[in-house]
């Protein structure tokens, strides 16, 4: 059964690990991420953008599979279903459809209209048993061609949307989604130990988790980040794993064009850095 990510992520705070959000993009992500939970004992978050949604064929589509997944592969480690990066509307349909955590990103507006919605939207999760995550201070990425860098939120302003009842708070420090550039200046400790002053217990969220080395993520883990995002490195490595089989020419070998063959590299590149992100986190075992 789906839970909220509230539980898994005061207990990461309290033990000073982040729980991994791994977002999904198909059957194939899924199954890989939580098998990789279950074999390694760890809670997990499957993540969902909106864009993800509307792929997968709807988020009721997502619940169905994901429910199924649990009961017929024998998930048994803490798992949530959650939104990431909610506009006001797509948080009501997840709610409805039977996610178990959303993200309202209320980031880009200004930030009375943020605490506003905000407020209004923790009233209407934690009716139904759902966690929520708010952003503030808008984390950066590229869009169009051009990669933003990465703001970094006013504490002062952190600790209002905190104040909500918000089980877990994403803050920009700096970082970014997708690949970093060469002249990526890293996180900004200060903001997130500051950020940490004012919220204190209250878990903190990292985006952006692909590309930060080991040291910085340690860093962030110790001033307060329990839940860590990561997208682009897992399509990252399915791509270069189906890459590498194709280039072989494996697909032309016997049945090895059969969806269940030229995907099973990918899947498994998934499952390897999922693994390898578990392990930086510390999260194996806290299942
Ligand atoms: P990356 O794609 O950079 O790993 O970021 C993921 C994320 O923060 C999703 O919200």
Redesign the pocket.
């Known amino acids: 059964m789906l839970v909220s990510a509230k539980e898994m992520l005061d207990k990461a705070k309290a033990g000073h690990y982040a729980v991994g959000q791994f977002?999904i993009n198909n059957l194939e992500w899924t199954k890989s991420i939580l098998q990789t939970a279950q074999e390694l004992s760890s809670p997990v978050i499957l993540?969902v953008s909106e864009g993800a949604g509307k792929y997968m064929g709807g988020y009721k589509t997502i619940v169905g599979m994901v429910n199924g997944m649990l009961e017929e592969l024998n998930i048994t480690v803490p798992v949530a279903l959650h939104l990431?990066?909610g506009g006001y509307d797509a948080c009501y349909k997840c709610i409805e459809a039977g996610f178990s955590s959303i993200m309202f990103d209320g980031s880009h507006y200004p930030i009375e209209e943020n605490v506003e919605k905000t407020k209004e939207l923790v009233a209407a999760a934690h009716e139904k048993g759902l966690s929520i995550e708010a952003e503030v201070g808008s984390i950066g990425g590229e869009e169009d061609g051009v990669i933003g860098m990465g703001e970094c939120a006013d504490p002062k302003e952190c600790k209002m949307v905190a104040d909500l009842g918000v089980d877990f708070l994403a803050a920009g420090i700096g970082n970014i989604?997708?690949k970093y550039p060469a002249n990526w200046q890293g996180l900004s400790f200060e903001t997130l130990d500051a950020i940490q002053q004012l919220t204190g217990d209250l878990p903190l969220v990292l985006?952006?988790?692909?590309g930060i080395p080991a040291d910085m993520i340690k860093k962030a883990i110790s001033l307060g980040v329990s839940k860590i995002?990561?997208?682009?490195?897992c399509q990252l490595a399915f791509a270069a794993a189906t890459r590498e089989y194709i280039e072989a020419g494996k697909d032309q070998q016997g049945k090895g064009y059969d969806p269940r063959k030229l995907l099973a590299p990918g899947a498994q590149a998934i499952k390897d850095t999922v693994k390898e992100k578990m392990e930086m986190f510390g999260s194996i075992g806290k299942a």
């Open positions: 977002n993540g990431d990066h989604h997708g985006h952006g988790g692909t995002n990561v997208n682009t490195e």
